[in-house]
C-alpha cells in the first residue's frame, strides 16, 4: 500500500505540478512510508485491507479529475506483488535512493528521513519525459515521401 501511494504522489506531483498528500514520505528501511498511514494500516501486516477500511474513505472528495489519475496508478501498479513494489522504488535514482545515499544510510537501517516533494517531482518528471520521448528521432526527421515509402514497405511486408 505504502508503494502505490508513494506512485500516486509521484505521478501527481508530475503530471498535476502539486502534492496528492500534506504529509511527507520517509525514507524507511524497507521504501518509502507517510507514517501515519503505516500507523493506521499495521494491523493488517501483509494481509488484505477489509472493504469496510477502504469504504471508511471519502473519494468522492478525490474529484474526478483526481480520481481517474488514482485509478490509472492504480491500474499500472495493480498486476505487481510486494517484492515487485519494493524493487521498483528501490531502482538506482529513485527518490528513497537518493535519499538514502545523501544520508550514508546502509541497507537495511532504519530512518526517517524525508523523501522531498521536491526531488520526487523531479525524479517522476524526469521518468515521465523520457517516456514520452520518441524511441528513434530519425523517423520523426523524416520527410512525408519517407513516411509513404515506409507505409507502402509495411503493407508488402503484411
Do not use: C
Not at 528501511?29 to 499495521?42: C, E, F, M, T, W
Not at 518528471?125 to 512525408?144: F, G, K, Q, T, Y
Amino acid at each position: 500500500m505504502q508503494k502505490l501511494l508513494f506512485f500516486s504522489e509521484g505521478w501527481h506531483l508530475a503530471i498535476v505540478g502539486e502534492p496528492l498528500f500534506d504529509e511527507e514520505f520517509q525514507a524507511w528501511a524497507n521504501g518509502p512510508v507517510i507514517p501515519s498511514i503505516y500507523d493506521r494500516l499495521k494491523r493488517y501486516s501483509s494481509h488484505t485491507i477489509p472493504r469496510s477500511e477502504i469504504k471508511s474513505l471519502d473519494f468522492l472528495a478525490l474529484g474526478g479529475l483526481l480520481l481517474d489519475l488514482t485509478l490509472r496508478i492504480f491500474e499500472t501498479y495493480k498486476e505487481n506483488d510486494p517484492g515487485a513494489m519494493v524493487g521498483l522504488t528501490h531502482l538506482p535514482g529513485t527518490p528513497w535512493i537518493q535519499v538514502r545515499q545523501e544520508h550514508s544510510l546502509p541497507k537495511g537501517a532504519p530512518s526517517n528521513e524525508v523523501v522531498s516533494k521536491d526531488t520526487m517531482k523531479v525524479w517522476f518528471s524526469d521518468v515521465w519525459r523520457s517516456a514520452l520521448e520518441p524511441a528513434n528521432r530519425e523517423l520523426i526527421e523524416a520527410s512525408p515521401e519517407d513516411y509513404a515509402d515506409w507505409a507502402e514497405a509495411s503493407t508488402v511486408a503484411a
